[in-house]
């Protein structure tokens, strides 16, 4: 911030004929002296300002480590307050760029350490979320059918953290800033696909983290606030219509090194980017695949909500609901379906987003794409 008098406007002097030199210039530092307590006043210092004055995409975007970043998502409370089930949030992390690549992936298989069922692919385009069945599982993905499966769909590592080392590092991270756990899928897309996935929801809130190529993101409300396993949509056959999922809240393209949060429930999907002639060739934003990571911050897939809670309860006390009666009473009270207050969790607040009308905020720092922000909506929920 410059200092308060170079800011300052030029003293009007009054006009005094014959006026000595002397005289002139006395009145002059008279008049500024005038001035420089109001401007000390409005004077703050970045020291004295919350994160010395940095917004929550600055910090991310000069974060060093994994550790760094994991606790900015869990112990800044603009993240919580603003965005966490409430509203998608775009940025940029250049510590994500280049860290996972189709590489990495090639090396496994010719390692023969890529395994199906664990590892699957998505139809090429698909409608719904569905994978291909021919792949038997336990059986090793060959270099020759990685790349086949590479061309005609999208690539879905799931739980990719417990094969490579980096992806790891970014899990046990996230563990110990959030008290959550913490999961990575990676999806791998070639480029000359129109859609890799279709128009869906997820049970997790999801930070998506672009390592290779580009990919455009479209991410709408809720379907369903804080939706369970069965409340999901787009998958198994389900089909998620543009109209029913509603105006887009968020519409980016990411490119190696943006950061995009998905509210848990929120729809969203993924499409083939717009061309840019501007890309250096050969550059990791120039690649033919986009390899990006998922990362689920695991609340009720893992069983921390409430209606879990009340299981366990009836349990004890020699009660044994169906599956059938307690996905009845999770679909009609969103309460149960909301996350325990778990103690020493990092992320603290949060809401969810189906039935009112809110503000969303998304911010974007340079991704290579215009993102735009529309309507969301919250209600707050202990975590």
């Known amino acids: 911030m410059a200092p308060p008098d170079s800011r300052r406007p030029a003293p009007t002097l009054p006009a005094v004929p014959g006026l000595p030199q002397s005289r002139r210039l006395l009145v002059v530092a008279v008049c500024a002296a005038g001035a420089l307590p109001q401007r000390a006043a409005e004077y703050t210092s970045s020291l004295v300002l919350p994160y010395g004055g940095a917004s929550l995409a600055m910090r991310l975007q000069v974060a060093q480590t994994w550790p760094e970043v994991m606790e900015i998502f869990a112990k800044d409370e603009r993240f919580r307050e603003q965005h966490w089930g409430k509203a998608p949030f775009l940025a940029r992390i250049p510590l994500a760029a280049g860290c996972f690549s189709v590489d990495d992936v090639r090396a496994a298989a010719g390692a023969g350490e890529l395994l199906a069922g664990q590892n699957d692919f998505l139809l090429k385009n698909p409608d719904s979320f569905v994978t291909v069945k021919t792949f038997s599982r336990g059986s090793s993905i060959t270099a020759a059918l990685l790349e086949d499966g590479l061309a005609n769909g999208t690539m879905v590592l799931n739980s990719a953290s417990s094969r490579w080392v980096q992806l790891f590092d970014i899990v046990r991270a996230g563990v110990r800033a959030v008290q959550l ?203």
């Open 181 to 383: 756990p913490v999961n990575i899928n990676v999806y791998i897309t070639h480029s000359s696909l129109e859609r890799s996935v279709p128009l869906h929801t997820d049970r997790q809130d999801t930070i998506i983290l672009q390592c290779e190529g580009r990919k455009h993101w479209q991410v709408h409300g809720a379907l369903v606030g804080l939706p369970a396993e069965h409340q999901e949509r787009g998958k198994s056959g389900d089909l998620v219509t543009e109209t029913e999922a509603g105006p887009r809240l968020l519409e980016a393209t990411l490119s190696p090194g943006s950061v995009l949060y998905v509210p848990r429930g929120f729809a969203h999907r993924t499409l083939r980017p717009p061309v840019d002639e501007t890309l250096t060739p050969g550059s990791t934003a120039a690649s033919d695949f986009s390899t990006s990571l998922t990362i689920g911050l695991e609340t009720e897939s893992m069983g921390f909500t409430y209606d879990k809670l009340l299981l366990c309860a009836l349990f004890l006390h020699g009660e044994g609901p169906s599956v059938e009666e307690v996905r009845e009473l999770t679909s009609v009270h969103e309460m149960l379906r909301r996350p325990l207050p778990l103690p020493g969790v990092g992320l603290v607040g949060g809401g969810s987003a189906a039935g009112s009308t809110g503000t969303a905020q998304a911010q974007a720092s340079g991704d290579g794409g215009s993102s735009s922000a529309s309507s969301s909506s919250s209600s707050s929920f202990p975590l």
